[in-house]
């Protein structure tokens, strides 16, 4: 009966030490990515604002939440008032997609589960919509 106690135990504590070993893994790795992301979003914001296609700009980007990667672009040739917004948040959607799954820049963020979100607002700055990408989509 001793014997098994003991064998419990030490069986206990190796899995305990395991699972500890992971967790300090993990953690490290985690803290690695984001240092990664950060230096990345740091890079981004050091060349912004910056003509990215013909009447759009980006202008920042940030980091609003955990695993949350957010552009903040203008798109120079719309004003609110006078736009089709429904039709041009579902174009953008489409192409950002698209291009999102072929860009190879954005590897570090699908490799680690990261939602890209794009935030555009009209030349007069005023806010026009949201798009929102999830891993899955751009994996």
């Given at each position: 009966?001793?014997?098994?106690?003991?064998?419990?135990?030490?069986?206990?504590?190796?899995?305990?030490?395991?699972?500890?070993?992971?967790?300090f893994?993990?953690?490290?790795?985690?803290?690695?990515?984001?240092?990664?992301?950060?230096?990345?979003?740091?890079?981004?914001?050091?060349?912004?604002?910056?003509?990215?296609?013909?009447?759009?700009?980006?202008?920042?980007?940030?980091?609003?939440?955990?695993?949350?990667?957010?552009?903040?672009?203008?798109?120079?040739?719309?004003?609110?008032?006078?736009?089709?917004?429904?039709?041009?948040?579902?174009?953008?959607?489409k192409?950002?997609?698209?291009?999102?799954?072929a860009?190879?820049?954005?590897?570090?963020?699908?490799?680690?589960?990261?939602?890209?979100?794009?935030?555009?607002?009209?030349?007069?700055?005023?806010f026009?919509?949201?798009?929102?990408?999830?891993?899955?989509?751009?994996?």
């Amino acid at each position: 009966m001793r014997k098994q106690h003991i064998l419990f135990l030490a069986i206990m504590v190796i899995a305990v030490g395991i699972v500890g070993y992971f967790c300090f893994f993990l953690a490290e790795n985690t803290e690695g990515v984001n240092k990664k992301v950060v230096e990345l979003v740091e890079k981004y914001n050091k060349n912004c604002p910056l003509i990215i296609q013909d009447g759009i700009r980006l202008d920042s980007v940030n980091l609003p939440e955990e695993r949350t990667v957010q552009y903040n672009l203008t798109l120079l040739n719309v004003v609110k008032e006078t736009a089709e917004v429904t039709v041009i948040k579902t174009e953008i959607e489409k192409s950002l997609i698209t291009t999102a799954k072929a860009n190879p820049g954005l590897k570090v963020f699908s490799d680690n589960d990261y939602k890209l979100v794009y935030s555009y607002s009209d030349k007069k700055e005023v806010f026009l919509f949201h798009v929102k990408i999830f891993p899955d989509q751009y994996e």
